[in-house]
Every structure is written in C-alpha cells, then in structure tokens.
C-alpha cells in the first residue's frame, strides 16, 4: 500500500509536469499571461516537491524568488510590450534553423554531461546537514559559481529572446 508522500509526490509530480505543458502549448488562450501564470503553478507545484525532500530553504526561496520576483519581471516584459493576439511575428527558416541547431547542441552538451557525471549522492556526501543553508551557500558559492552563474547568464538571454520574439515587426 503507497504511503502518503508517494501519493503527494505523485500528485505534485504530475501537476508540474501537467502545469510545465499547459505554459508551453497552452490550448486555453494565446494571451501570454495565461501562460506566465501556468508557469507560477509549476514552480508552486515543484516548491511542494521539495517540501517533500526535506529541502525546505530551496523550497521557500523557488516561491519568493521565482514566482514572486523572477514571475513579477516576465509579466512587466509582457504588459509592456502589450501584445494583442493577432500580433505573432512570422517564423523565418534561417532563425528556425539557427534554434534547431542550439537545441540538438545544447541536449548533445547535456548528454555528454551527464554520461561523464558521478553520482551526487557520492560527491556531496557527508559534507551537508539536513537543512543547514551555511553550507549549502558555501558549497553552491565556492563549488559551483560559475553553472549559477552561466544560469543567471541564461535567464537573461531567454529574457531578451522573449522581448525579441514577441515584437511587432516594424516595417
């Protein structure tokens, strides 16, 4: 018989990913606040996930810092472009191509990446507590700067990508 927190993963599991969908292809409205909207569900629903491994700091700061600030900046980019629904730029092939070409490279590097990685469980074993944010902001600072900081790189350029995306062609 599942207990309770299998159950509650499951459940928060499948909200995540049904929420992480309804963002991308969202068959409701073409309007993208509905869209940024199923994507504040999908990091409330992934903050229940990591409740329920224990990582409560991580859980509290994906809810303040993402779906408050981070979500609070994609919809003054979105009200501020005030897009209407019949104002989509035409797709060229030569950008298609371009972002075709960086997904397969990106999915190859992340492949590659994770075939040549050890397991976590071994390489952090030991050195943190449960829920002792000393060492978690010591590890992610001293250890792993540079992926946090090519992740604050990224975030802006998807921000920037998404301003370019939804312009009006001005012509």
């Given at each position: 018989m599942p207990q309770f927190t299998d159950i509650l993963f499951f459940g928060l599991a499948g909200l995540v990913l049904?929420?992480?969908?309804?963002?991308?292809?969202?068959?409701?409205?073409?309007?993208?606040?509905?869209?940024?909207?199923?994507?504040?569900?999908?990091?409330?629903?992934?903050?229940?996930?990591?409740?329920?491994?224990?990582?409560?700091?991580?859980?509290?700061?994906q809810v303040l810092v993402y779906a408050g600030a981070v979500m609070v900046l994609f919809l003054f980019v979105i009200m501020l472009l005030d897009l209407k629904e019949e104002e989509h730029r035409r797709l060229k092939s030569g950008i298609l191509a371009v972002g075709s070409l960086a997904v397969v490279a990106f999915v190859g590097i992340l492949l590659a990446t994770l075939l040549k990685a050890k397991p976590a469980a071994s390489a952090v074993a030991g050195r943190l507590v449960e829920g002792d944010t000393a060492k978690l902001g010591t590890l992610l600072f001293e250890n792993w700067l540079l992926p946090f900081e090519i992740l604050s790189v990224l975030l802006l350029v998807a921000m920037v990508g998404v301003i370019l995306l939804t312009k009006k062609d001005l012509k």
């Open positions: 049904l929420f992480g969908f309804l963002t991308v292809a969202n068959p409701f409205s073409r309007n993208p606040v509905t869209s940024a909207m199923f994507l504040v569900l999908t990091i409330v629903s992934l903050a229940g996930l990591y409740v329920l491994l224990h990582a409560f700091f991580l859980a509290a700061v």
